[in-house]
Nanobody, 121 residues
């Protein structure tokens, strides 16, 4: 049974920081790309960031570039999202995803349950 479990969400003031974590279990994810998506109320789920299985390639949405950093743990089964300079528009449920390939997209095979991030102004 594959599981992705996110943690680290919460309430933060604008300009603050949060670090999200996603732990994957149930198989070896060393050959899988992992990534983060988010969904705000009334909006579609959108891409935030993705990282290749080796950690050598990272891609970001323009809206978070320069503020967010995605990384993987040494065991490759954990992915992090360091979020700095948070804005109220970053408020959303953040989802971790994993899939074969260099990047993950909204059609990824594996998803976590989501963690709420709320940024107050």
């Amino acid at each position: 049974q594959v599981q992705l479990v996110e943690s680290g969400g919460g309430l933060v003031q604008a300009g603050g920081s949060l670090r999200l974590s996603c732990a994957a279990s149930g198989r070896t994810f060393s050959s899988y790309a992992m990534g983060w998506f988010r969904q705000a109320p009334g909006k579609e789920r959108e891409f935030v960031a993705t990282i290749s299985w080796s950690g050598g390639r990272t891609y970001y949405a323009d809206s978070v570039k320069g503020r967010f950093t995605i990384s993987r743990g040494n065991a490759k089964n954990t992915v992090y999202l360091q979020m700095n300079s948070l804005k109220p528009e970053d408020t959303a449920v953040y989802y971790c995803a994993a899939d074969r390939g260099v990047v993950v997209t909204t059609t990824a095979n594996y998803w976590g349950q989501g963690t709420q991030v709320t940024v107050s102004s």
